[in-house]
């Protein structure tokens, strides 16, 4: 099989050019803002020694003392098994504690420590920074706008089988 050979005065097309076609779908620019915002965070958190899921996980303990292990990865949307990971990385880095439910022995309630408090204080403080600064173009009435229509997106197929 040849390979199909580009034309020798063929004309490179500039970056903004080169993805035109696919600029007009939504899915594909939340994408591309994903990766900038995801870079950006990620650059943030470094240094405190989270990422944004270890953040992510972190700020839904220490708001929800004492949450089940299973309503956490319901609230983080990833699977029970790779929660399991994570909730070992914050437990070793004595974040939060894993303790026996009360009322049911089987399931596992977790805790923030003390430590796992004040680092998530910090951490919100330079997930917020991280915020103004990816939505420094916004007026407030954008970034709200921006916000519901994320999560009207997100809720979208859940809207559709409620209507079913």
Do not use: W
Request: charged content about 30%.
């Amino acid at each position: 099989m040849t390979k199909p050979t580009e034309p020798a005065n063929a004309i490179q097309p500039s970056l903004e050019e080169a993805d035109a076609a696919l600029r007009v779908f939504v899915g594909y620019n939340m994408k591309r803002a994903f990766h900038t915002v995801q870079g950006d965070v990620t650059a943030s958190l470094t240094p405190l020694g989270l990422r944004m899921l270890t953040f992510s996980a972190l700020s839904v303990i220490v708001s929800n003392a004492g949450l089940r292990q299973s309503h956490l990865a319901d609230a983080l949307a990833i699977e029970r098994p790779n929660l399991v990971l994570l909730v070992d990385e914050l437990e070793r880095a004595d974040l939060i504690t894993r303790d026996r439910a009360k009322d049911d022995r089987r399931a596992y309630s977790l805790n923030p420590t003390e430590k796992g408090i004040a680092l998530c204080r910090r951490a919100e403080q330079t997930v917020l920074d991280h915020d103004r600064r990816m939505t420094r173009d916004l007026t407030p009435a954008e970034r709200s706008g921006l916000i519901s229509a994320l999560q009207s997106i997100e809720n979208v197929l859940n809207r559709e089988d409620r209507d079913d």
